[in-house]
Each structure stands twice: as C-alpha cells, then as structure tokens.
C-alpha cells in the first residue's frame, strides 16, 4: 500500500515495542477450572484447543490438571490446596509456566503469583502472543499492540514472551514486574501506557476511515467475505476462488489481515470476496475491539460465507461460536451461506447427512476443489436474486422514489416527518442506487 506513510506517519511503532527476544522453547502445565454444565468430554476438548495454543506460541506440555467447581474461585481461580499441589507439581518437572485456559482477572493472577510461586499465563496472554507473532503488516501490528496496552493496562504486567530474559529467569519464581515498584512508577508506567493507547487508537482510526473511503469507490460492488473459526479452511477457499495466493498453514491463526479480490461471477457481476482473521472460542474481547479496521471487512459484507470444518467433531460448537463473535461485532444480521468444508476426510454418507442437517449449507472440499460451481451458484442466487431492503429516504430524494418503483416492487411506503420510509424488493444489482439510505437488508 503507498499510503502506507502518511497514514503511520503519526504513530510508529518502534522495533523495541514490538521485537520479542529470541527464546528458548519453554515448558508448561495447562489447567482449568470444569464447572457443572460441562461434560468431561468437552473440557478435553478446549484442552486439547488450548495446548494446541500453547503449541503455535512454541511452548511444551508436560502436563494438564483440572479442578470441579462451580466457578472459579474470584481471588485464586483453583483452590488453595489444589493451587498448593501444582505448584509442587511445576517444581518438580522443572515447567516454566501454568497456562490457565481462561482470562484471569488482575487479582486472581497476581495471587496465584504471589502467593503459590507459580509464574502463570492465561488464555488471552497466549492468544496474543500468537497474534504477536503472526501479525506482519502495520495494520494488525497496531491492533495487537492495542490489545496487549489494553489487557496490560489494569495488570502492569509483563506479556509472556516479551522480556523473557527477566521474567523467565528464575523458574517458577513469580516474575512480577511490578514487584518492588513504587506507587508512584506504577502510575507513571500507567500514564505511559494511556498516552500509548491512545496515540494507536487514533492511528486506527485513520486507518478504518482510509479504509472506508476506499470501500465507498467500491460501492458498485457486491461484497462477500469469509468468515469461520480459525482454521477451517477459509484461505484455501479464497485462493481456489481467486487465485490470490495468500498464506495457508496448518497452524491456529495463519491470517491476521483481510485480503480483497475481485470475483467473476458467471453473470459478470461485479463481487469483492474477502479473506480475513479467524476467530475461536474466549477470543480476548480486547482483540476484537482492536482488530475494528480489520473486521470493517465483515460488518459491511452484504453475504458471509461462513467456513466450517465439517471433519473435526466440533463443529456445531465452532458454528455457535462463530455466530456468537458475529454477534458481538454486530454482523449477525448479514445473510450467510454456510460452507462445510474439508468433505474430502469424512465418509461421502456422512457429508449427505450433515448437508440435510444444515439447510441450505454447500458441502464442498477448498483443497480438492470439488463442489465449487455449486458453492458459486448459490452465492450468485442469493446475491442477484431479490433483496428485501428497509430504506429511509430524504424528501430530496423523492425522484429516487419514483424510480425504486420502476426498478423494484415497492412493499410499504410512509412518509413520516423525518423522511420516507420504504420496503422495497430490489434485484440486488440494482442496490448501490439506494446503499446510503439502508437501514436494514435481508435476502429474499
Ligand atoms: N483435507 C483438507 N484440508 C483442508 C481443506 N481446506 C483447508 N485445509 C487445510 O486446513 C489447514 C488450514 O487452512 P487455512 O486455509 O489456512 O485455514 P484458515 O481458515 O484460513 O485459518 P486461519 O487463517 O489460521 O484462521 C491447512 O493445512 C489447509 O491445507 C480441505 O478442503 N480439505
Ligand atoms: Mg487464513
């Protein structure tokens, strides 16, 4: 991007902010808190989800420990006994780290550090730092390290892997950075840290107002994006869609950034597809209020196409989830296509099954490319058939009115004091003519 410059021009993040140290793989115990409603087997498997976060970050497992409660404990998170005991478990095979697979408040963490002598990373502090790793543009560079500000604000505590040479040094001796800090460095690091935040917070802004810019001279085009827990295949989709060549990795967040192509479709239709980051379950909320410019991709598609990994046994629970991060970003309204992929590792009758349990979903295999003219035919059908469009004109625009009723079928129309309220069924080609004025969209 050649405005790149001016746009970072105001903020740069420097190397010092932003280089980790090389380390040393580092060893750890994994550990959570089961509350009654969860069954054994689905603890093992955000287990298993955890320690493969622990193995992107480049940590080992030597071992994994969970505790029945009905919630965790608001000053500890485990028990005190239970805490006691893994703490002497660390020491004994030599691990470096407990990894909580939940967010820890400032309290809990710090006690757990204090009080037990255990050094402990928590499911966010790990998520970011594969973020951290991953992120090679300005663009999620920023946003991450927006995210790690915010997570570090109330904690003052050093992010794993960011000063590894103090804070690993002494094993399972409570690294607090903090520690011996006088009240008054607290708040001046804490000023610091606001005046930082703050600085990124406008950069990002910058950035999302680049970026909307941008989209409004692509306005003439449909836009369709991907969407999907991390790792299902959403890359491998978008390159056999469009040839991009973006990266595509067996690895827990391989895309950080949105990639935008144009689609041919076989009326000619002018489509933008985006590639973008994925999400998983507990993702930090910090990061997806810092990936805003990022997920702008999203919140103005007119269709999700959102990718599943039908091979994996969870994935109704990664369809919740996902719905659930649409939720919070306000995308949940935007038409869907589901698309249950990786087809090509389960049995031909089971893909039957799950395409008659999910209506409306195309079955497809992103690596073997099979199912894909079907795939794209749906995407035209619900792109180009009709759309139902709430609308709020200006009294201006009454012209416009005149020709919605020549190139749409008017539903309801009332003409309120603060402007013309239309429901209007619109081929979705026709749609730019009215984008400005949408209140609400839905797929015919
Ligand atoms: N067998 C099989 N593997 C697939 C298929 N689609 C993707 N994969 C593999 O799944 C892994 C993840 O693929 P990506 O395309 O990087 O997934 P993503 O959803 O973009 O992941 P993130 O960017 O990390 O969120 C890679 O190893 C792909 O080769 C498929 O249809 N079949
Ligand atoms: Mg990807």
């Not at 400032?106 to 730092?129: G, M």
């Not at 690993?168 to 005046?195: F, H, N, P, V, Y």
Request: with cysteine; aromatic share 6%.
């Amino acid at each position: 991007m050649t405005q790149d410059y001016d746009l970072f021009k105001e903020y740069e993040l420097e190397d010092e902010d932003w280089e980790l140290p090389e380390s040393e793989e580092q060893s750890a115990f994994i550990a959570a808190v089961i509350r009654q409603k969860e069954s054994d087997e689905e603890s093992r498997e955000s287990l298993d989800e955890l320690e493969r976060l622990a193995d992107t970050a480049g940590i080992a497992i030597l071992g994994r420990y969970t505790q029945k409660r009905a919630q965790p404990d608001t000053s500890t998170y485990f028990g005190k006994g239970f805490l006691e005991e893994l703490a002497h478990k660390l020491f004994g095979a030599k691990a470096d780290y407990l990894i909580i697979n939940d967010e820890l408040s400032p309290v809990q963490a710090r006690n757990i550090e204090k009080n037990f002598a255990i050094q402990v990373i928590d499911r966010t502090e790990l998520i970011l730092s594969i973020f951290h790793r991953h992120a090679k543009t300005k663009e999620a560079k920023l946003q991450v390290k927006l995210a790690e500000l915010e997570y570090q604000l109330p904690r003052l505590k050093r992010l794993w892997g960011h000063f590894d040479k103090e804070r690993g040094s002494g094993r399972a001796s409570g690294g607090m950075a903090t520690r011996g800090m006088g009240e008054k460095q607290i708040e001046i690091d804490r000023r610091l840290i606001r005046t930082q935040i703050r600085k990124i917070n406008d950069a990002i802004d910058r950035i999302s107002k680049h970026k909307e810019t941008q989209r409004k001279q692509r306005e003439q085009s449909l836009k369709l994006c991907l969407v999907g827990y991390t790792n299902a295949g959403k890359s491998t989709l978008f390159n056999r869609l469009t040839d991009a060549g973006v990266l595509v990795e067996d690895m827990l967040f391989a895309t950080l950034d949105s990639t935008s192509r144009q689609l041919k479709l076989s009326t000619g239709a002018p489509v933008v597809i985006s590639d973008t980051v994925g999400f998983i379950s507990k993702l930090p909320h910090h990061l997806v209020a810092s990936f805003r410019a990022t997920l702008m991709e999203v919140v103005d598609a007119d269709l999700l196409l959102h990718v599943v990994d039908i091979s994996d046994l969870r994935h109704d629970y990664y369809i919740e989830q996902v719905e659930s991060v649409l939720q919070s970003i306000g995308a949940s309204q935007i038409p869907q296509i589901l698309v249950l992929n990786k087809s090509d590792l389960i049995d031909d009758n089971l893909v039957k099954l799950l395409s008659l349990h999910h209506q409306g979903a195309v079955a497809i295999s992103a690596v073997e490319g099979s199912n894909i003219p079907q795939l794209l035919e749906a995407v035209e059908k619900q792109l180009l058939d009709n759309q139902i469009l709430s609308l709020k004109l200006p009294y201006a625009q009454t012209a416009l009115v005149s020709r919605l009723h020549e190139i749409g079928k008017i539903e309801t129309e009332d003409y309120r004091e603060d402007g013309i309220y239309l429901k209007v069924k619109l081929p979705a080609k026709e749609r730019h003519w009215v984008e400005e004025y949408i209140l609400e969209s839905e797929i015919d």
